[in-house]
């Protein structure tokens, strides 16, 4: 493929130089779309103008440039007018703007238009000459997000320079959808309107999906060849194992857990989802395949997203497992002695290693690792996973995905058509759904607290959840604890403590573990919560400014609760008194994870929820994979094509392309 040193305007600096962001090729270049697009058409009027995003056609006047020397700033300003009026202009650190413009000539102009420094001022639009409008592109003009020092302006020059050269690109694909790439690709860069764009998306939409299906078929082909340790499944063992338990397994938990210990007899390593809904006891499954692993004589690993939860995992593994013989070591950031241990898991002297990224740190080997788990696989990138599966020497591990997000079916074929899954569709018995109410602000007073009250006199315990306000540190944590204060005040007799994302891993454990051994009442904190924390007796959650959360977040924080057989609440308060968004309702109407991910996924679209969430690496470009239609019409495409394995041959461009794929997916 070309490189970009092909394109006129790219000598081998700026080529250098656009290695970091990715654009190698003439063809990664191509497949820069742009962010947005500027419609020159429908200019208004000055005495029209509303705050916002605006186009303004007119004349420009008064132009000069300030520099703020001890700061190296400049401002250069301007009065655009027209017939109706003036504004002022003003574009920071572009002095050269004064240059670009010729005298008593109109132009177009394009960006906010806001209140600022007491004033109403159009600030750094950007200009298009009003004839250059009227003769080449009905002023439909695309907008390119800024890579470092390369601004929309650049792409759109270098655009211009490969127009011919995009004109000409041939088919990716053998399928035909409707219209050819090159067209698509003119289009994309030079549209003549909206309908132009329309119909360049769904031809790349669908040449995207069409190549993450079709390198996922193959990715599955790829990963049966690699060789796992059989794990042999000796009956007597898992009885054993599920006769300790303190309660009978669901019937869809036995179910799932039967997927997998068949699974892990095959000399092919497993590459398991394990879904289930907050709450459905997925930990005590992989405890089920853990155990098989350690009876067999291997290693195995439980990878979690955060301290707090490996461990919580590590309690849970070790009630369960130690009984049986089998020794569990944890392995975080902080854990004491770390060589030591590290040595022990490097002689196999430890079975089962819980724990959060130390576990992929270079310097921890293990003996023989078998089985790798990972919880809430969403929470690791493709890199991470793609680590701890090399920690297995030659052959590669078993690999148990665990997720109580779940991924909508459509979603299952495409990206994850690799994956084998399973689902835990039923909760243990005896639960009761978390009954949820929405409940404004100035309502709590009356409402809320005098429930928390009478919890707390029965000894049930509380979740207070606060939003997030900033990523710096010290304002969650002041926001916290000034929550708790006044909680404190509010509830005399209560034990109260906070939690946020910024404490020491001790200090977390520490506060956690007293509310688990309920010597605290409420629990005020951030989302650090969200993930897997297990109090059974903590039966009610407060979730301040629940507006602020997403709706899968707000399921998983919610699923804190409702973990024992006392009936949970879960207050989800509003500011002010504004009608709840429909997210929300949907939240007090439904318990059922799977059916509020359906709705997230409509409400959302999936390319927020999925697109980085479960394929770190994968970025889909332009496909949306909210369109069901398309997704199914590249499914059967992409199947029929990978019949016939001289396919592959025949179309390299593809071929090369599938790869590049393959690199980010195998082994997932
Ligand atoms: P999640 O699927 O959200 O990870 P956990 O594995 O943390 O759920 O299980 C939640 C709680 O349910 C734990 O306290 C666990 O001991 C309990 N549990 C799991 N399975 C059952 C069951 N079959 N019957 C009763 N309680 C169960
Ligand atoms: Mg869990």
Not at 111 to 135: C, H, M, W
Not at 167 to 196: C, M, W
Not at 528 to 554: C, H, K, R, W, Y
Request: charged residues 25%.
């Amino acid at each position: 493929m070309s490189p970009v040193e092909d394109i006129k305007g790219i000598g081998p600096k700026t080529a250098e130089a656009l290695k970091k962001y990715g654009f190698l090729t003439v063809k990664d270049l191509a497949y820069y779309f742009p962010r947005d697009y500027e419609d020159y058409h429908r200019a208004t009027e000055i005495k029209d103008l509303e705050p916002g995003k605006v186009v303004v056609k007119g004349k420009i006047c008064q132009l000069m440039t300030n520099y703020v020397r001890r700061r190296h700033f400049s401002v250069t300003s301007g009065v655009i007018y027209d017939d109706t009026g003036e504004i002022r202009v003003v574009w920071y650190n572009q002095p050269y703007r004064i240059k670009s413009f010729q005298p008593d000539t109109e132009y177009y102009f394009s960006g906010n238009f806001d209140f600022k420094y007491n004033r109403y001022q159009l600030t750094s639009p950007n200009v298009i000459s009003a004839a250059d409008v009227a003769e080449h592109r009905n002023g439909y003009q695309p907008v390119y997000s800024t890579k470092g020092s390369y601004k929309s302006i650049w792409f759109k020059r270098m655009f211009e320079n490969m127009k011919m050269e995009l004109a000409k690109a041939p088919d990716l694909l053998p399928t035909v959808a409707a219209g050819t790439r090159a067209d698509a690709l003119v289009n994309i860069h030079f549209p003549e309107s909206y309908q132009d764009v329309e119909k360049a998306k769904q031809y790349l939409a669908y040449e995207e999906l069409f190549e993450l299906i079709l390198a996922a078929k193959l990715n599955k082909n790829e990963n049966s060849k690699l060789k796992a340790e059989p794990l042999k499944f000796v009956a007597e063992n898992t009885k054993e194992l599920v006769g300790s338990l303190p309660f009978a397994l669901t019937n869809a938990q036995k179910s799932a857990a039967w997927d997998i210990l068949k699974d892990l007899e095959n000399d092919q390593p497993m590459n398991r989802l394990l879904q289930g809904d907050v709450g459905s006891g997925k930990t005590v499954v992989a405890a089920i395949a853990i155990y098989q692993a350690v009876k067999a004589g291997y290693q195995a690993a439980l990878l979690a997203p955060t301290a707090i939860l490996a461990t919580q995992h590590l309690a849970t593994l070790r009630k369960i497992l130690e009984p049986l013989g089998v020794k569990v070591e944890l392995l975080i950031g902080a854990t004491k002695k770390k060589d030591d241990l590290k040595k022990r898991i490097k002689d196999g002297e430890v079975d089962v290693v819980v724990g959060t990224h130390a576990i992929i740190t270079d310097d921890t080997r293990f003996n023989n690792l078998a089985l790798a788990v990972i919880d809430e696989q969403h929470r690791f990138g493709v890199m991470q996973r793609q680590k701890l599966l090399m920690k297995a020497g030659d052959k590669a591990p078993h690999l148990l995905s665990m997720t109580a997000t779940p991924i909508p079916r459509s979603l299952q074929l495409t990206i994850f058509g690799d994956l084998d899954v399973s689902t835990i569709s039923e909760l243990p018995k005896g639960r009761q759904p978390v009954a949820t109410k929405i409940l404004a602000e100035t309502g709590m007073q009356e409402e809320l607290y005098p429930v928390i009250n009478q919890k707390i006199k029965e000894g049930e315990q509380i979740f207070w959840i606060c939003k997030l306000i900033e990523e710096t540190g010290r304002s969650e944590a002041a926001n916290v604890k000034k929550e708790a204060d006044k909680l404190k005040l509010q509830f005399p007799n209560a034990r109260v403590e906070f939690l946020h994302g910024h404490m020491k891993p001790d200090e977390k454990d520490e506060v956690m573990g007293r509310f688990q051994r309920h010597e605290t009442d409420i629990l005020v904190s951030t989302t650090v919560v969200e993930v897997g924390v297990d109090v059974p007796n903590a039966t009610q959650m407060v979730i301040m400014d629940a507006e602020s959360f997403g709706l899968a977040q707000l399921h998983q924080l919610r699923g804190r609760v409702g973990r024992g057989s006392k009936q949970s609440q879960c207050f989800l308060i509003t500011p002010g008194d504004k009608a709840p968004t429909r997210r929300l309702q949907e939240l007090e109407k439904s318990n059922d994870g799977f059916y509020l991910a359906e709705v997230d996924l409509k409400l959302r679209g999936p390319g927020e929820i999925y697109g980085q969430l479960q394929h770190g690496a994968l970025n889909l470009k332009i496909a949306t994979l909210g369109d069901t239609r398309l997704i199914e019409r590249a499914q059967k495409d992409a199947t029929e094509f990978a019949k016939n394995p001289e396919n592959m041959l025949k179309y390299e461009e593809l071929n090369a392309e599938i790869k590049k794929y393959q690199q980010l997916t195998t082994l997932n």
